[in-house]
């Protein structure tokens, strides 16, 4: 039974979820359509004025550039959504539905790639494949005599690296679909005499449309977002699309913040038709269910002999998303200066870098505890707002419930860039002293990352029967009391994921942190920029290894403290 809210602390919480959203969502988004509409720069004179121009959209719409970046964005969109579904939904395949050796192990390899900033990555493959100083262009000229075959600097360049950015994230959209799929039509297709990859296409992956359509449609979204790669490798090459194209107009002197709003309002137009569309597709999933009460036993494909092709294109696959990267990283972080390897460099290497990044705190310590401080803050703030925002969404019958639900999920369909520019717009307004500290950056992350934070939280919520909380109000708990006692403790197990989930990623963004950094409060991945726009590879290299390492320290500790309080089962 879902009771109807009538405590006055539970009123005044309600108030105070209402006036965060407004504060954090609402407020910035309107920033961006403001913006958009007016001539006058933040600050000038008729910039609050009642009156509004379309001029920012002409010159939009007008230019050249603008088309370009348009057919950009969405090139790049298409094709490394098309990459990384394959390379996603065959690991997952490969991991859940077949008896390929070390499956596990493959497993567990792509979800922990999941950790590593993909900057870091970006990274790695400039020196992986720039023509002029990639280790592999390197190896080929030496075995074929031409040199710089590969160019990470160009557009399939992007397409690649952002595709294998990308696959774990596919990896894991798709790998629930597979798992609770009934094997019995399968198996009825094999007895059929379809063979296993003409049942994976005519069987498997039409039974899997809701999913897959979900999946290719939030990997569009997160593409069409993307920074880091259009930025590093799209910058050199020419490819303008829609984030670097805000980038720099809000960078570059002067300052351009009305083309600027106009390029935010079309991403937030694009990632608003394919979120539609997203839920669209996940609201028929009834249509595709095949699991029933009916003896269901999941049950994996026998492949033979090709299990060990299918074991052996997985390593391949996985050591490029996550191997490869890791070791060329940690090779360039061991020399003085970056060169191709040789025998007589390998004779050479040491932990010089280490200890100058360790010595230097404006290089490693202040940015790395920065980034400790905020992974840690906003994912308690975010994780605390998003239990009570479930509980009235779930657990009251509040009129207007759903437009809390509503406002919560929305920031998904806001990219980070857009996001970044809004609270930056927002508080050079509002005379808070926020600017340049970590809180301006910290108030981003928890608008940013409470739409998934939401989706964990309200999955446990609609698991716990209302009748312990009217239970505890009969026994003459107030509101908070309750929420504190009962709520909190069930919720135990999605707050935990949840909490670990917007660590990690907080810790790894750098569109939202670049956007509104400032000397005295960059993050950890501000400074990987930075040192890359130095051109100071091996110490960017060095300070990468160090953040996965931290990295990794924290997400055991995170799983530590997830088994020591989460709920544990009776046996």
Known sequence: MVRRLSLDSGKLALALIVGILIYQVVIPLLMVVWTSLKVERPGETGFFELSFSLANYARAFGSGDFWQATWNTLYFALASTGASFAFGTFLAWVVHRTNTPLARLIGVITLGRIIIPGILITVSWILLASPSIGVLNHALAGITGTKGILNVYSFGG??????????????????????????????????????????????????????????????????????????????????????????????????????????????????????????????????????????????????????????????????????????????????????????AVLQNLSLNNYHEILRDPVYSLDPMWNSTLVGLASATAVMLLVSIMSYFVHKTRLRGRKLIDFFGFAPVAIPSVVLGTAFLWFYLLVPLPVLGTLTIICLAYVTRYMAVALRFVSTSMLQIHSELEEAAAVAGGTWWSNFRRIYLPLLRPGLMAGWFWVMVHAYRELTIALMLARSTNRTAAVVIYDLWENGSFPQLSAFGVLIFGLLIVLVLLGQTVGKRFGVQEQV
């Not at 709003?261 to 137009?269: H, K, N, P, R, T």
């Not at 569309?277 to 999941?298: A, N, S």
């Not at 002999?305 to 294109?313: D, F, G, N, P």
């Not at 490029?320 to 003085?336: E, N």
């Open 158 to 343: 992007m397409v690649w690296v952002h595709s294998l950015e990308m696959t774990p994230l596919a990896y894991l959209l798709l790998s629930a679909a597979l798992q609770s799929m009934d094997p019995r039509l399968e198996e009825a297709s094999g007895a059929a005499g379809a063979g296993h990859w003409s049942t994976l296409r005519r069987i498997s992956l039409p039974l899997m449309l809701p999913a897959v359509g979900a999946a290719v449609m939030l990997l569009l979204i997160y593409t069409i977002e993307t920074f880091e790669v259009p930025l590093l490798l799209g910058g050199r090459a020419q490819v303008r699309v829609y984030t670097t194209e805000i980038y720099f107009n809000t960078s570059r002197t002067p300052t351009d913040w009305g083309l600027s709003g106009a390029y935010s309002i079309a991403i937030l137009f694009l990632c608003a038709v394919f979120l539609a569309i997203y839920f669209r597709l996940v609201r028929h999933g009834e249509r595709y269910q095949t699991v029933t009460g009916k003896d269901f036993r999941p049950r994996r494909i026998d492949l033979g002999r090709w299990r060990y092709v299918t074991c052996a294109l997985s390593l391949v696959l996985v050591f490029l998303i996550t191997g490869l990267p890791f070791l060329v990283m940690l090779y360039a972080s061991l020399l003085r200066r970056y060169q191709p390897p040789s025998l």
